[in-house]
């Protein structure tokens, strides 16, 4: 079974306050560093903001990543329907701090997260500015310019609207079928409370290898669906079990019609829950998701909540998976192929069959701040095979999350199954369950361990298992703090107790006392 595991959670935020805007500074004005209660972990790669961004910007031009398309979500507002976004940004030493300037009345930053709230969008063109500052008082900042204007938007209403209707926000279209007929393809849309079913869409494909799905494609298609403040849309495929398999949605975006999903529930998927093609549209968000009782009906065939399709040729830059909570599948949460310098955050792995994976071509990615939490088959956590592309190294980093199995004799991360990854750091993580390595040689890694909490029952001294492994030296650990699971190092929720919270913003995923 090819699976990298990791699971992590945010259980304390630094800053949980919400802070209006400031005026103006220098971009190249030196910040004070984030401060923290414990050790700041200096960072392994730089400092990117990825999200928000100037239209037509990369955050890493000298690497010839593409540029962000002025179509993208963020640059767009309805007037008086509240507009939210979040931070994307990558590398740097965590915690963050982030701040607003020149933005408009009433739009707030929280200073942890990076979330940006906008109540009630007025006017027709604002352009404030977001700066993010790591702990390290490394900073990054752009201006970024949010059009406010009903044209840019359709509305869909699965309860009240009508497929005769014209889209507008006062005569909302009803199904899925017509979403995809409408040809509005650079259009953002709001999706009202109710359920929206993919039996409504005519399908590619068949039940044969589990891929018969509805295709939405960015050239054609609207590919933004945002869930209506407040609102709690659902997407259902209608698996019932038996013959009765229903058929998924697939996302393609394009390089101007970037894919972004806020705010929807995914159900009742046979195999799949939603599947996005990668290499076809970069900059995508999927953030504040649902995705729940997606079954797990062919073995070995990547059953994800969430799967990316692999593209060798080309792999999608800047994905970002923020706050969804997978939960109560039978498969795992998400199935990753083909991404450059990819982020999770703040994501919930839980109550399921197994952990997710991180597969082939993921050159550069991210896992910070997520849980994976009490997940039943013994590949509990976080996998992968991390196979190579045309020459494309595969490293990252996976830092601050909590991966606690029920069992500790259940895997909480599983590193190098094919013996094809490059150098991965792992480091303030708290695990609870079995960390391995495997079949690494002297072309592998080297993967770092370090300064996270490992409770097993291994009998290594530094509690991560070997397998299969003729190099150990590209295995390096470092000041980890580990033990069994009677000696008490971590509560249910994966928090340091008695003598053990004098470690706490040094080891393990909290940064500091709550």
Known sequence: MDRFITWALLSAFFFPHVACAQPRKSETARKPAVKSAGFVEPARYPLELVLPREADTSPSPED??????????????????????????IGGAYPFRFELADAPAGMTIDKSTGEIRWPSPTGAR?????????????????????????????????????????????????????????????????????????ADLQ??????????????????HPVQWLAFPGEKPVIDSGYKGENQHGWFIRLQGAGSNPVYLDGLEFTRAWHIGLQFVSGIGDF?????????????????????????????????????????DFHHNSCGGIKQYSQRKLL??????????????????ISRFEVRTCLFHNNRNEAAGLFGN?????????????????????????????????????????????????????????????FHFVRNVIVNTSSSPDHIQL??????????????????????????DGNLTGKFRSRIGTHGHQISNP
């Open 386 to 446: 991390l196979h190579p592309a045309r020459g494309r190294d595969i490293t990252g980093e996976i830092r601050f999350n909590r991966m606690l199995c029920p069992d500790p004799r259940q895997q909480a991360m599983d590193v190098n199954q094919d013996s094809l990854a490059n150098e991965i750091h792992l480091y303030r993580n708290t695990f609870v369950g079995v960390v391995r390595v495997r079949n690494t040689d002297r072309e592998d890694g080297p």
């Open 467 to 492: 397998e299969a492994v003729s190099a150990p030296n590209r295995i390096v650990s470092q000041d980890n703090l580990t033990g069994t699971p009677s000696s008490q190092i971590v509560d249910a």
């Open 64 to 89: 010839d990543s593409p540029s962000i398309s002025a179509n993208h979500r963020i640059f767009r507002a309805y007037p008086k329907i509240e507009y939210t976004i979040r931070a994307v940004v």
């Open 284 to 324: 995508a968000v999927f953030r504040r998701l649902s995705i729940h009782d997606i079954a797990e009906t062919i073995r070995s065939g990547n059953s994800a909540g969430i799967m990316t399709m692999t593209n060798p040729a080309r792999p999608s830059w800047y994905s970002a998976f923020q706050d969804i």
């Open 344 to 361: 999770w955050e703040d994501c919930k792995f839980r109550d399921s069959g197994i952990g997710p994976d991180l597969k082939s071509d």
């Open 126 to 198: 604002v352009k404030p500015m977001i700066t993010v500052t790591d702990a390290e008082g490394t900073t990054r900042s752009s201006a970024w310019e949010i059009r406010i204007t009903p044209d840019e938007f359709r509305f869909v209403d699965a309860e009240r609207g009508n497929d005769a209707n014209s889209g507008t926000i006062t005569e909302p279209w009803k199904t899925l079928s017509k979403v995809k007929s409408s040809e509005t393809h650079n259009t953002t849309l709001y999706f009202r409370t109710g359920v929206y079913k993919t």
């Open 203 to 220: 399908p590619t494909g068949d039940d044969e290898g589990g891929w018969k799905r509805a295709e939405f494609n960015g050239r054609f």
